[in-house]
């Protein structure tokens, strides 16, 4: 994040194509099951950057042990942090409200 600025996620455009494939008889089902693939793929990606940017930092022994748990965000890491989520639960649960 540049500048003070908050990116938005861009979209795909429309592509007419075959129907999205339905697992669930129950609508209501479906869309659970699209939240628990989407926070599956989030986490999975997360974890993943995670380990990297850890592993990075500790072979260059800039990350001290206990260094992540001692943190605590300024207030404008904070605020970043609460866009970050906000944008992270529209993906996750846009299922829900048809996002």
Known sequence: ???GLVSTPLRA???AGPPR???LADATHEQLWN???ALSTELAAT????DALE???AERGSLPPGAIEAWQ????AGVE???DLQDYTRRVFGTLSGD
Do not use: D
């Open 13 to 15: 455009p429309a592509v």
């Open 55 to 57: 592993r990075v930092l």
């Open 1 to 3: 994040m540049e500048g």
């Open 21 to 23: 494939p339905t697992f």
């Open 47 to 50: 974890r993943g950057r995670l």
């Open 81 to 83: 942090r609460v866009h």
């Open 35 to 37: 939240v628990v693939v």
């Open 73 to 76: 965000p300024s207030t404008a």
